[in-house]
């Protein structure tokens, strides 16, 4: 499944912290936006990692699910930087 993952982390130790989690499940888009393409289990692990890492009163992380046919859909201006596959991840 494809993810589109945002954030808005107010302390930079726990965006840090984020970020680095996000890195080992997809590739950074924008600056607090990573893509993710993974199976559900990896999902469930990744959510269950960053809900353990955020302040829930003054942080925020929104997973948008991509369908198949919504991934070819993607349009970008600029720097194309595609999800690398799944495999080369290690979780």
Known sequence: MYYVVAYDIESDRRRNRVMKTLKDFGQRA???VFECDTDKKHYLRLK???DKLINHDKDSIIFF???KKCETQIERIG???KVLD???YIV
Do not use: V
């Open 30 to 32: 924008q600056y607090s």
């Open 48 to 50: 269950d990692r960053l």
């Open 65 to 67: 699910h991509l369908c």
């Open 79 to 81: 720097i194309d930087k």
């Open 86 to 88: 799944k495999s080369e």
